[in-house]
């Protein structure tokens, strides 16, 4: 790759995506099928991961991207001015955006300085009868305590939106998280544990605003759900039931996302390997923590494997493997921080956990070698830094 040749060319990336002839065959199909637009294999797709979320095909949308489902999301339950979204300050710019562009208001709440998900209490902290919904992620695909959440925001009658763009496969109880509150999102970007390019899906419990969803990703036409009421002959009538706009994905998109679908829990299943040699190769590392083990009936994506260092080393840390070849991250936030957002309270757990955790390379194309490689050198760095603090 040609950012990484002052460094010979083979840095352990972050994150890559696992693409092959399948997905490339996939797509030769759509391109002979006639039709390129959001159609029969976008249905397909749309049902395959229904089925893979144990909920019925008419609750599912596919979209270009998870973002349009988070902004969608706080629309179909009218969020307005006036009204608080409650999410983790240690998530992605997206939920603050949607929020802002409702005219409503992001409230950052703390998370577990551990798992970075947040808990009840965390969430119960702010909220207020202005409270309209809550919105959490599943920090690295760990799906958090989603069922007390869920049961939290129904007793309180405050929606729950899940941001599981980082979750495709993660369950609680064998239940899919992103089906827990009321709305769940899911991303395909490149990033991402599957991916389409760009790409996303929607899932939406009520059926009557599943419908409503259904219209408004596509214009706010009837022609989008089943209220079209002109002959097919006369297909040409707008009968525009409201404003809407263009979030659909397209059948290239889902040709590539149904057979990252069937590859999902081997990519996952590799995914979980490597996450248990790191746990095995810094075992007992001085100065780092490890990710908390998961809660009895959790199941994770392993979207992200992340380590806690002295927040004084850590960006010395980060600095030291890029130098060695090892690009690492940290996500996400924290957003309370971003001055578009605020003036907002301070908040220290999350603070600290933002300047405390690294996020180390994760994904199937990595070998045995590469953790080890990363592991040794992360031992080795934190060690040398140690005596400096
Ligand atoms: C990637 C990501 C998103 C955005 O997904 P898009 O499909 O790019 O819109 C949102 N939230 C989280 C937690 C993410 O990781």
């Not at 729950?160 to 089906?179: F, K, N, P």
């Amino acid at each position: 790759m040609a950012e990484n040749t002052a460094k010979g060319g083979d840095m352990i990336d972050f994150s890559r995506p696992v693409l092959g002839d399948p997905e490339l065959n996939a797509v030769a199909e759509v391109f002979s099928s006639g039709t390129v637009g959001y159609r029969g294999q976008s249905r397909r797709f749309e049902e395959q991961f229904a089925r893979h979320l144990g909920v019925p095909h008419e609750h599912v949308i596919f979209l270009n991207s998870a973002t349009s489902g988070t902004f969608l999301a706080l629309e179909l339950l009218g969020a307005a001015e006036g009204d608080e979204i409650v999410m983790p300050s240690l998530s992605f710019v997206a939920g603050p955006n949607a929020t802002l562009s409702r005219g409503a208001r992001p409230v950052f709440c703390e998370v577990d300085p551990h798992s970075l998900n947040p808990t009840v209490r965390d969430v119960e902290r702010v909220v207020t009868p202005r409270t309209k919904a809550v919105l959490v992620l599943h920090y690295g695909g760990y799906p958090g305590d989603i069922a007390d959440l869920a049961d939290f925001c129904a007793r309180r009658g405050i929606a729950l939106v899940e941001d599981a763009a980082c979750a495709v496969a993660s369950t609680v109880g064998g239940q899919a998280v992103g089906t827990f509150g009321d709305m769940g999102v899911w991303s395909f970007d490149t990033m991402k544990i599957m991916v389409t390019g760009d790409g996303g899906m929607l899932y939406v419990r009520d059926p009557e605003l599943a419908r409503r969803a259904r219209r408004l990703v596509y214009h706010g036409l009837a022609q989008a759900c089943d209220g079209f009421s002109a002959p097919a002959w006369q297909n040409w009538t707008f009968e525009q039931w409201e404003i809407g706009y263009r979030l659909v994905g397209n059948d290239l998109t889902a040709a590539i996302g149904s057979v990252q679908l069937d590859r999902l829990p081997g990519l996952v299943s590799r995914r979980a390997e490597l996450v248990r040699l790191y746990d095995s190769e810094l075992s007992g590392a001085d100065g780092v923590r490890l990710p908390p083990p998961l809660p009895e009936g959790h199941r994770s994506s392993y979207y992200l494997y992340w380590v806690q260092v002295d927040r004084a080393i850590r960006d010395e840390v980060a600095r030291a493997l890029y130098t060695a070849g090892i690009q690492t991250n940290f996500r996400y936030g924290p957003l309370h921080t971003v001055p578009a957002y605020g003036p907002v309270p301070r908040l220290p757990v999350s603070e600290r956990a933002a300047e405390e955790t690294l996020c180390l390379p994760l994904h199937p194309g990595l070998t045995d070698d590469d953790v080890r490689t990363v592991a040794g050198r992360l031992r080795k760095t934190v060690l040398s830094l140690l005596p400096s603090l």
